[in-house]
């Protein structure tokens, strides 16, 4: 009998460690699933203010996850996945452009979302680079894997940039 009361006990407690492992299942999966749709909906940036600049080159023909990927490799947003959501619930969807941007950690991701989506034809402020420029795969891939700091980039600009102001601080 008493052999009986104790498989009833043990029964018992392992009935009651089953209840409260799908409890705890149940609350990390909601919680989980909450964070990631506050996530979606949140215009957070991944560090403050002044944050990182890094470049990124998009090829033509990346899907709105790719561009995630990208991005969440060079650690500007938190996941490929996020961003591929965020971008579909936005007014960016079916918007983003290839070519090859400055972005900052501290932008959220609707203002990458509306620097990759603009119309480089439509630019008012005139800039020289590499406006409406789209990179090939080739370059996109030698690009990612040079430095964040977009060495290359800095030195064709400074390489430029020594050629004109030469003549100005002569007429000066």
Excluded: H
């Excluded at 590499?130 to 600009?157: F, I, M, R």
């Amino acid at each position: 009998m008493t052999r009986k009361i104790l498989q009833e006990i043990i029964f018992i407690i392992f009935r009651v460690a089953i209840i409260f492992a799908l409890i705890y299942a149940g609350y990390s999966c909601i919680s989980g699933c909450y964070s990631f749709g506050y996530k979606i909906f949140a215009d957070e940036a991944k560090d403050p203010e002044p944050g990182i600049v890094k470049t990124v080159a998009i090829v033509e023909g990346k899907t709105d996850k790719e561009v995630g990927d990208i991005l969440a490799e060079k650690g500007l947003v938190d996941s490929g996945l996020l961003f591929m959501f965020q971008v579909k619930f936005s007014e960016y969807d079916e918007k983003l452009r290839p070519g090859v941007y400055d972005l900052s950690t501290a932008m959220t991701p609707y203002e990458m979302m509306a620097i990759m989506s603009a119309d480089p034809d439509a630019d008012a402020e005139g800039e020289e680079g590499d406006e409406g420029y789209v990179p090939t795969k080739n370059e996109a891939n030698l690009w990612d894997e040079a430095d964040d700091t977009a060495k290359e980039k800095s030195e064709n600009k400074e390489g430029e940039g020594e050629k004109s102001e030469t003549p100005k601080t002569d007429n000066e």
